[in-house]
């Protein structure tokens, strides 16, 4: 254990050292010298979950050139980023071929692949260990460099999608002992007015899904507006209601009359409750025990209708093993119909909340032929309850308990 803590010092000093942009030859240096691997990548996944763009030693590939695009449908990636475990295999470079998760409290940045000359329970061990700090070194880097940006696409954004993808939270999945979430937004062809949100503090989960009206820029103008008054009135310690008022208010000041429908939600972690505000959004799904169902609250009328009636916070019925799931109307635009989303989600019981976001943009982007008129957004909790025990992980493979 003493020296698995000495390499893995010496992992974070030497990538502390060097630039940002260096950060995976660190990583790939150091496995080379201490396990003698023959060969070592990293692949990302890429923004909606579809593919996995590899970034090797060589140059070219971290300059974004020639860089493999691999489908995760059906391959040893999926697999491993499904499991959240290590697999191995012979490798025709003659050696151990290990893939590995790189994962931090659920958000799955990608996977380190290596060959290995030998390996043992000890090494493999070790390998998982290095690469939950390369999880932890690519967050930090990725403030300073495009590098992990551009690892993540896999066709071209607009400047309306963009902007979106910087209001939306920077790890699209996170556990934690009370809960687990998963998120994911896939732009249309012309829009960029969806978002999603989430934050903790130190007694409760903020949520919210929003969708601005509008095409292009303008859309994105509009969500850029409500995204921000909602995180200024969170930040400014204010409850739901005013939270509301605030987005409400910005709507009516600067979007010239657009509006933008949404829901917001807190949810308290001793379990004490959960209340919700819906300005004219589709109703939820709830899964739970087995049935899933529309969540039938009280809609009040969009943000920036003028002269609507103040929002009112309801209650909302939430208990351990229930599964929420929220979306925008774009997961049911007109060549989405054929969608079951309530079908789906109870064929996914069983899996982590990423893969049930994965499952269910996948479903409406292959139904609308990757084409969509309109963006398709997906937000899942799993409310797991105040007596968990605490978050599972594994050896660096961050782990979740779904109902």
């Not at 010298?33 to 590899?54: E, T």
């Not at 409290?105 to 070790?126: F, N």
């Not at 910005?250 to 959960?274: F, K, Y």
Request: contains cysteine; negative net charge.
């Amino acid at each position: 254990m003493e020296r698995e803590w000495i390499g893995l010092a010496e992992v974070l000093s030497a990538a502390e050292d060097a630039a940002p942009v260096e950060s995976l030859d660190v990583v790939a240096r150091n496995l080379r010298q201490r396990f003698g691997a023959s060969y070592v990548s990293f692949l990302f996944v890429d923004i909606i979950g579809q593919k996995a763009v590899r970034v090797s030693e060589e140059t070219d590939t971290q300059r974004g050139l020639h860089a493999d695009q691999i489908p995760l449908a059906g391959s040893v990636y999926e697999e491993v980023l499904r499991s959240q475990r290590l697999v191995q295999a012979t490798d025709g470079r003659q050696g151990q071929r290990v893939v590995v998760p790189v994962t931090n409290r659920g958000d799955t940045l990608g996977v380190l692949e290596l060959t290995l000359p030998r390996v043992s329970a000890e090494v493999l061990e070790q390998v998982e260990e290095t690469a939950h700090a390369l999880a932890y070194i690519v967050i930090a880097d990725r403030r300073f460099t495009d590098l992990y940006h551009w690892g993540r696409r896999t066709t071209p954004l607009t400047l309306a999608a963009e902007i979106q993808s910087h209001l939306l939270p920077s790890a699209p999945c996170y556990e934690a002992a009370q809960f687990t979430l998963a998120g994911a937004v896939v732009p249309a062809d012309s829009n960029a007015g969806d978002t999603y949100d989430y934050t903790l503090d130190h007694d409760t989960l903020h949520l919210s899904i929003t969708d601005a009206m509008g095409h292009d820029v303008n859309a994105a103008v509009l969500a850029t507006l409500l995204v921000n008054a909602s995180r200024g009135a969170r930040r400014d310690g204010c409850d739901l209601t005013e939270q509301a008022r605030r987005i409400h208010q910005v709507l009516l000041d600067h979007s010239h009359g657009a509006l933008a429908t949404g829901q917001l939600l807190r949810i308290a972690l001793d379990g004490s409750g959960a209340e919700l505000i819906n300005a004219g959004h589709i109703w939820p799904l709830r899964l739970r025990d087995g049935s899933v169902e529309e969540v039938r609250l009280d809609v009040h009328l969009p943000f920036g209708v003028p002269s609507a009636a103040p929002f009112r916070v309801q209650p909302l019925d939430l208990r351990p093993g229930d599964r929420l799931v929220l979306y925008t109307d774009g997961m049911q635009e007109r060549k989405a119909e054929s969608v079951d989303l309530p079908a789906l989600i109870r064929d996914t019981a069983t899996e982590h909340p990423r893969e049930v976001v994965r499952a269910l943009t996948a479903a409406v982007t292959t139904a609308c032929e990757s084409h969509l008129q309109d963006d398709a957004s997906v937000l899942c909790l799993d409310w797991h309850g105040t007596d968990t025990g605490g978050r599972d992980t594994h050896a660096g493979a961050d782990e979740t308990h779904c109902p």
